[in-house]
């Protein structure tokens, strides 16, 4: 290769990057940017009989004064006494840590300092028309990790299928139906005390869409082998707040996201979808403009979709 190509080559990296750093910060800001939640408002709290408070989206925040302000309060008696859930605040012996690293329990918000208000620690985004944790395990943050996982979608002869209309190419990403709500969604899950983030995206892929907890060591010997590379070279999207219905005032869900794109198709793109764990079904979608996922997934899939179709692009599918 000489100078001249050399040259070019860097010249076209630089801008890839470049492109692909500013539609990063983009997504990254477009989403994180959330400043009135709508799906954690109004009607009965999940699994439960529970009413929330009305709450008009001018008395979501806190710094708006709300005299009439009676919620419920709530915390599911499902979640009593389990390894992952926080015991109730002022019980002997419990004494958190907020806005920092507790043990191996991390109670900082990726939204900033939040509140504490007599001891208890404040929705961030503001009111939901509930009090206590519902059946969220942490007081304050809950942290999840998302895995985007995304292909091309292709002909039977391997190329890139273009969209008829727009004659962009179609990505695809895996979704799984929620055993909960019934709801697609992507294939994530609660980030266990001291787990390293993507870890939590890679495991949970496996467990939800891969069904890997009945695998016996033999059989997931050879996924692992294969998914190694493969979840080590995810790129970080979004980290925030999410806009889930289980959120209550004292207890919120918070995501971290990742996209791992498969570009050949051939590694996790080549494999049957077997759905597990909390999931009923699985399965590649195509990824428009009208399709529906839970809580702020279609969000943070759309603007995968940005990014992927930048990388496109530039050469770098």
């Not at 989206?57 to 419920?72: A, F, I, M, Q, R």
């Not at 929705?123 to 292909?151: E, F, K, Q, S, Y």
């Amino acid at each position: 290769m000489n100078e001249i190509m050399k040259v070019a080559l860097t010249g076209i990296q630089i801008r890839t990057f470049i492109i692909t750093t500013i539609c990063v910060l983009m997504i990254r800001s477009s989403v994180t940017m959330i400043t009135v939640h709508f799906k954690c408002r109004g009607g009965l709290y999940p699994r439960s009989n529970v009413e929330r408070f009305p709450v008009p989206d001018d008395k979501v925040s806190w710094s708006s004064e709300y005299k009439g302000y009676l919620p419920n309060n709530h915390t599911s008696s499902s979640i009593r006494g389990k390894p992952w859930a926080d015991p109730n605040i002022g019980e002997p012996g419990f004494n958190p840590q907020w806005n920092a690293m507790d043990g191996k329990v991390n109670r900082a918000s990726y939204m900033g300092q939040y509140s504490i208000k007599d001891g208890y620690p404040l929705n961030p985004i503001g009111r939901t028309g509930i009090t206590g944790r519902g059946v969220l395990g942490r007081w304050g943050p809950n942290h999840a990790a998302d895995p985007v996982v995304t292909r091309w979608k292709r002909l039977e002869n391997g190329e890139i299928e273009k969209d008829k209309l727009n004659n962009k190419p179609i990505l695809q990403c895996v979704v799984i139906k929620r055993r909960d709500t019934g709801e697609w969604a992507l294939p994530g899950g609660m980030v266990d005390p001291g787990e390293k983030l993507s870890a939590t995206a890679a495991r949970e892929f496996q467990e939800e869409a891969m069904n890997s907890l009945v695998m016996s060591d033999e059989q997931k010997l050879p996924l692992m082998e294969k998914f190694k590379k493969f979840f080590s070279e995810g790129d970080e999207i979004y980290q925030g707040y999410i806009d889930d219905h289980r959120n209550t005032d004292n207890a919120w869900m918070e995501s971290i996201a990742y996209n791992f794109h498969d570009n050949t198709g051939s590694t996790v793109g080549a494999l049957k979808l077997h759905a597990g764990d909390d999931a009923v079904g699985v399965q590649w979608v195509d990824i428009t403009p009208d399709m529906k996922l839970y809580a702020s997934h279609k969000d943070v899939v759309m603007l995968v979709y940005q990014k992927c179709l930048a990388n496109f692009s530039q050469g770098e599918n």
